[in-house]
């Protein structure tokens, strides 16, 4: 990706915490360790807008994880509301429709400084063909994936988040201009934890993946930075 000039600027490290303190404390410790925060739905239920100024102020980028999912103006004005935070990355579930994600991206043409990029949710990493069945999903999670991905382009998104293990499908089908986020990365010294579908950072960037979203082999870690560290010389 351009402006990528070292191995840990892939790496957006995910502050699932409603310890505003501690997320803070992370931010700091690891800026340029990492080339990102992720924060989510979790802290910012917490603590708002307000607790994302306290993160942010460590000056990495933002990836913005909220998941908007609804109809096409709710959506493009919790994107306008967004961007008073500079997000480098916002994103939508790409199961909400074209609609939507249309008006997703045309609302985040509205920036006046850099325009984040707006990018799907296609199937999380946590669910299995089983978990997608017994919503009415009618197919292999791949295809499913594949779908979306096609969607997403065709609707003016940047990218979509996916499991490294569509990577390799996904850049067939939607090309090398579309960036692919991955979460689900464990290194091999690392506990899976809840997710079902995952693989090593090497493994990822190998197969594709621009960006990479890695939480507790991080996080839960005894020494964080260590940890990044370890993480991004795999990587290089």
Known sequence: MVGIE???QRIFVALDTTDVGRAVELAHGLKGAVGGVKLGKEFFTAHGPEGVHRVIECGMPLFLDLKYHDIPNTVAGAIRASLALNPFIVNVHAGGGRRMMEAAAKAADEATGKRPSVIGVTVLTSMTRVDMAEVGIDEEPL?????LGRLAKSSGLDG????AKEV???RGSVGRDFMLVVPGIRPEWASADDQRRVVTPKDAIDLGADYL???????GHKDPTEAARLI???LA
């Open 6 to 8: 070292h191995a840990w």
């Open 143 to 147: 295809e499913h994936v594949l779908r």
């Open 160 to 163: 979509v988040v996916c499991s």
């Open 168 to 170: 390799v499908a996904l």
């Open 213 to 219: 979203v890695i939480g507790r082999p991080i996080t």
């Open 232 to 234: 991004a010389e795999e």
